[in-house]
């Protein structure tokens, strides 16, 4: 017995990165996990080796009303109903407020907001008339607190929050839960780059992301996408049946003050 048998959950940004770990989750714990991204050939590939009984790709720019739209269909077609969403699609760019182009901050808020607010729009009423479900939106520790040069992605995050909770409290009657996960640091091409760098040396790199982090976080390392999956599980499957408009911080401590050892 898996934990999600039955289920059907779509993972937005789910051709890499933690949305990847997420899909893999969920396939081992007995969904069928529709994979939506705009990363076409990463996320064919991981569908494919899914098996097309457990996994379809969509592609799906999150930001974009008539792909939802679109991917709502496609899915459907694929496994006849939606009874999950993961809201994991999102881009971080790095600038001082003051240096921020307008259009740079309207394309954060483009993805990571309206993304999100789009994928609860349009797979909240499918969710309901399967007979209830989950919604997990992915914020992030800037959800809660401030971090210099992320202002754009901070604001959106923090957005996040209130979205959840809104829309918990609107959903709470047609059975459909909605919480957020919210990561510190976690090692995917979002935080780690050079994992995407051809020319990056691997082994450097994974030294230099383990000394930076060993000094930030309280638990001394950056964290693994599979434990930000675990906990999409864990708000996805039935063991938070309870649980709902809530965030959930996974930063290995780094939030819960100043550390002096
Ligand atoms: N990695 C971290 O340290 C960290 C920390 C806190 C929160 N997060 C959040 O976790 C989520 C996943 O990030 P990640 O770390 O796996 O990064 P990532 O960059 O590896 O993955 C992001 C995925 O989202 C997809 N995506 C980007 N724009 C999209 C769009 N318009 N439509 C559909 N898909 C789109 C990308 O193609 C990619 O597959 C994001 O929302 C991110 O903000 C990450």
């Known amino acids: 017995m898996g934990k999600l048998d039955g289920r059907v959950v779509v993972v937005t940004g789910g051709a890499r990165g933690q949305g990847e770990q997420e899909a893999r989750l969920f396939v081992a714990e007995g969904a069928r996990v529709v994979v939506a991204d705009v990363l076409d050939e990463q996320g064919e590939a991981l ?60 394309q954060i808020i483009r993805v990571n907001q309206i993304g999100c607010f789009l994928g609860i729009r349009t797979v909240a009423p499918e969710i309901a008339a399967a007979g209830g479900g989950t919604i997990v939106n992915t914020a992030s520790y800037t959800a ?23 829309a918990a409290l609107e959903l709470a009657g047609r059975n459909v839960r909605v919480n957020a996960v919210c990561p510190g640091a976690v090692d995917t091409p979002m935080t780690n780059p050079a ?3 051809p020319d990056a040396d691997p082994v450097a790199a994974k030294e230099a992301v383990a000394e930076l982090y060993k000094k930030l976080v309280p638990l001394g390392r950056i964290g693994r996408p599979q434990e930000v999956a675990a906990l999409a599980l864990f708000l996805t499957g039935d063991d938070s049946a309870y649980i709902t408009g809530q965030p959930f911080v996974i930063d290995g401590g780094w939030l819960a003050g100043v550390s002096v050892v």
């Open 195 to 197: 994992q995407l760098d």
């Open 47 to 106: 569908a494919a080796e899914l098996g097309k009984e457990s996994a379809t790709y969509v592609h799906l720019d999150v930001g974009v009303e008539a792909d939802w739209q679109a991917a709502t269909a496609a899915a459907k077609d694929a496994f006849g109903k939606i009874d999950g969403l993961v809201n994991n699609a999102g881009i971080l760019r790095f600038n001082e407020l003051c240096s921020t182009p307008l259009e740079e901050f309207e």
């Open 144 to 166: 809660l607190t401030g971090m210099a040069f992320v202002g754009a992605y901070a604001a959106t995050k923090h957005a996040i929050l209130g979205l959840t909770r809104v």
